[in-house]
């Protein structure tokens, strides 16, 4: 595909220049130079990105578009499609990390010539990865001649990042822009998933594994839960949608680089797993699965008499009851599944046959309930299964474990998409489970009232068989206790106190001072400070500062995306100093970034203006940007929400030493805000633990 058959949308070149999609509309109706549309739609148009790249060098607003960006245009408008785009790419990246020297040679020829080379190539390298039958296409001459640009150019971006970078880039980004079309298990959830499948220590040391090393995932999806196994010798996957089966089985083999542990056996399959098994005789140590929730058509006339349904044929509403049944069916004895559930699967009546019959032999070893936003359908608090397939030896006396981490007093964090505290998340689960896997078959395991309980099988076996841990799980002592509400009240008197101290002077008026104002903008282009936009990348050590953090005026509470699948690539860690401002609501917020906060992430939707310190007081700087009419004059407004475009945002042109008088003013009222804040949130703490106390009997009257 030639370069100048490359479109872009209003919103890529938002992306391009690092500016709000309002600001290319404004470009557009400001500029008669402007790129006219060369396809799309009219509420959607496209352009040339040659055409746009001209302009934008023209007005100072792009100094060269990044290799990975025009990896992306080149991918995304390539006329067969993304998806078979980004296939062509992955079997190209496969063959430049495994086999460079042929890679040279074979790009050292005419485009022509290149496409008809590479499809031998790409079959030699593709059955030497996955084997016969595997679930990637060998692409013809003809499919390949298109993207042969575009394979050059990503061997370039390989030769800078590395082949798994490059490639989880472009399907990060992939995925993001078409969220629809893809069930997502956030990074986060994947990780918890694979550590809940290791096996106990004493159990690993009786069968001599250490962790799971066969690992299947029967309805793959984006290949989440296999990226995330540590050290496995297999790996078996089947996805029924064929292109994403190719783009998983791609992402897993460019996914095996440099980890040290020696390349896994990787099988990928396509097809409908619980019509057509592609692994009919396998078993795993582990399986992990997170399946599609609510079908109605997954096979139920067809199956009635498969042997998969030890215990019991689900019912055409139980489809999850019958992706639980085949993960067992494909499982060792003594091996671990870790099952993705909806919450209704738990109390549903027309699978309590099957619940009853997995706890009455050991099968079902702990239900766990997640915080709302860990997964999608993000506004239910989701489930996870975790089952062992029965064996010879059998527990004298089954127990399940409940836990529950949806409560804020149990994770520890915030709910919602984008503001789960995983590594709090990951450890209520673990803390919970680890002492019941190990120590559960012989001894009493520790309860924690509202967060987690080991509660006989036989206290479970009613006429409901009703598995949710809300309803197993007695309450936590009311706001921690008597003793805790009487230190919440000694910290809200310490907090009043020094709201009070903080409150500033009685405003002293004055004539309206009229001075001369400069824009971010303005100071950007002339090196007073570096503006950037937020892409919540991150390397897994650090958190990440949300939308919510700074609106709330909280600690970093944010997990990473993956570095290459962020628009910026890498993480963009804060310093002290640096100034933040959200870029959605419409709001006169700004933050300041002190010590506490530095080396954080910074996340999406937030945009960080990092000053001279020679030039620009940065308590200055964010004080003048919370002006309310400030903000009005530099926001855009959609039919759902405000954008600001920070670049507009203005700011008197004033000496240092004056600037740092107004520093010292706007530093004294974030404090006061700050501990307006915190009484706030000890106030509320305090009656809600009141009412708890008073009604559940533990606080007396008086």
């Known amino acids: 595909m030639p370069d100048d058959s490359t479109e872009v949308t209003a919103a890529e070149i938002a992306r391009l220049a690092g500016v709000g999609r309002a600001a290319v509309s404004n470009w557009r109706r400001r500029h008669a130079g402007f790129p006219k549309p060369v396809g799309g739609t009219e509420a959607s148009p496209s352009f040339a990105l040659p055409e746009v790249e001209q302009w934008l060098r023209a007005q100072g607003k792009l100094a060269e578009v990044p290799l990975r960006e025009r990896v992306w245009q080149q991918l995304a408008g390539h006329p067969d499609g993304a998806v078979t785009a980004l296939i062509h790419t992955g079997c190209a990246l496969l063959l430049v990390r495994d086999r460079p020297t042929a890679w040279l040679e074979i790009t050292a020829v005419s485009d022509a010539r290149?496409?008809?080379?590479?499809?031998?190539?790409?079959?030699?390298?593709?059955?030497?990865?996955?084997?016969?039958?595997?679930?990637?296409?060998?692409?013809?001459?003809?499919?390949?001649?298109?993207?042969?640009?575009?394979?050059?150019?990503?061997?370039?971006?390989?030769?800078?990042?590395?082949?798994?970078?490059?490639?989880?880039?472009?399907?990060?980004?992939?995925?993001?822009?078409?969220?629809?079309?893809?069930?997502?298990?956030?990074?986060?959830?994947?990780?918890?998933?694979?550590?809940?499948?290791?096996?106990?220590?004493?159990?690993?040391?009786?069968?001599?594994?250490?962790?799971?090393?066969?690992?299947l995932d029967p309805a793959a999806g984006t290949g989440a839960l296999l990226r995330a196994v540590s050290r496995p010798t297999a790996l078996y996957a089947q996805e029924a949608e064929p292109d994403l089966a190719a783009l998983t089985a791609l992402r897993l083999a460019l996914g095996s680089e440099g980890d040290g542990a020696g390349v896994p056996t990787l099988a990928v399959r396509t097809g409908d797993t619980l019509r057509a098994d592609a692994f009919p005789g396998l078993t795993a140590d582990a399986v992990l699965c997170h399946p599609p929730f609510n079908e109605r058509d997954w096979g139920h006339d067809e199956l009635a008499y498969d042997p998969r349904w030890e215990y019991g044929f689900p019912a055409r509403t139980e489809s999850e009851l019958a992706w639980v049944q085949h993960s067992l069916a494909r499982t060792r004895e003594g091996g671990t599944a870790v099952v993705l559930m909806p919450p209704t699967a738990a109390s549903r009546r027309s699978g309590r046959r099957i619940r009853a019959d997995l706890l009455r032999r050991g099968a079902l070893r702990a239900v766990i309930a997640l915080p709302a936003g860990a997964a999608p359908p993000y506004g239910i608090p989701l489930h996870i299964w975790i089952l062992r397939k029965p064996g010879a030896e059998q527990l004298p006396a089954p127990e399940l474990l409940f836990v529950d981490t949806a409560g804020p007093e149990a994770a520890g964090a915030p709910s919602g998409r984008d503001r789960l505290d995983w590594p709090a998340v990951r450890a209520a689960v673990l803390d919970a489970w680890t002492p019941f896997d190990v120590a559960g078959r012989r001894d009493p395991v520790e309860e924690h009232p509202g967060t987690s309980r080991a509660v006989p099988v036989i206290e479970l076996l009613d006429d409901d068989v009703d598995l949710a841990p809300a309803r197993h799980l007695p309450p936590p002592a009311a706001?921690?206790?008597?003793?805790?509400?009487?230190?919440?009240?000694?910290?809200?008197?310490?907090?009043?106190?020094?709201?009070?101290?903080?409150?500033?002077?009685?405003?002293?008026?004055?004539?309206?001072?009229?001075?001369?104002?400069?824009?971010?903008?303005?100071?950007?282009?002339?090196?007073?400070?570096?503006?950037?936009?937020?892409?919540?990348?991150g390397d897994g050590t650090v958190p990440v500062l949300t939308e919510h953090d700074v609106l709330a005026g909280t600690a970093p509470s944010g997990t990473p995306n993956a570095p290459a699948a962020s628009p910026e690539g890498e993480p963009l860690l804060l310093e002290a100093g640096d100034v933040i401002v959200p870029v959605v609501g419409g709001g006169s917020v700004a933050r300041v970034v002190d010590d506490a906060t530095a080396g954080a992430a910074l996340g999406r939707n937030l945009q960080l203006l990092r000053p001279d310190p020679a030039a620009l007081d940065p308590w200055f700087l964010a004080g003048f940007l919370r002006g309310t009419a400030n903000n009005r004059q530099a926001s855009s407004y959609a039919s759902t929400a405000a954008r600001l475009d920070a670049r507009r945002l203005q700011v008197p042109r004033l000496p240092l030493a004056e600037q740092r008088r107004y520093g010292e003013q706007f530093s004294a009222l974030a404090a006061f805000e700050d501990a307006l804040r915190s009484a706030g949130r000890l106030g509320g703490q305090l009656v809600q633990g009141m009412y708890d106390g008073l009604t559940d009997g533990s606080v007396a009257p008086e």
């Open 114 to 215: 290149m496409a008809g080379v590479l499809p031998g190539a790409v079959d030699h390298v593709l059955a030497d990865r996955f084997g016969a039958g595997h679930a990637v296409p060998t692409p013809t001459a003809a499919a390949l001649l298109p993207s042969v640009p575009l394979l050059r150019a990503a061997a370039e971006l390989a030769a800078e990042t590395g082949a798994r970078q490059a490639f989880d880039f472009l399907f990060g980004r992939q995925l993001d822009a078409n969220p629809r079309q893809y069930t997502l298990t956030p990074p986060g959830l994947a990780t918890l998933m694979a550590d809940l499948a290791q096996p106990a220590r004493d159990a690993a040391r009786r069968t001599g594994r250490r962790g799971s090393r066969t690992v």
């Open 479 to 537: 706001g921690g206790g008597a003793a805790e509400l009487v230190r919440v009240r000694e910290r809200l008197d310490d907090t009043l106190k020094l709201t009070a101290r903080l409150t500033p002077p009685p405003a002293v008026a004055r004539e309206p001072v009229r001075r001369p104002f400069t824009t971010v903008g303005e100071l950007a282009r002339a090196g007073a400070l570096h503006l950037r936009t937020g892409s919540g990348a």
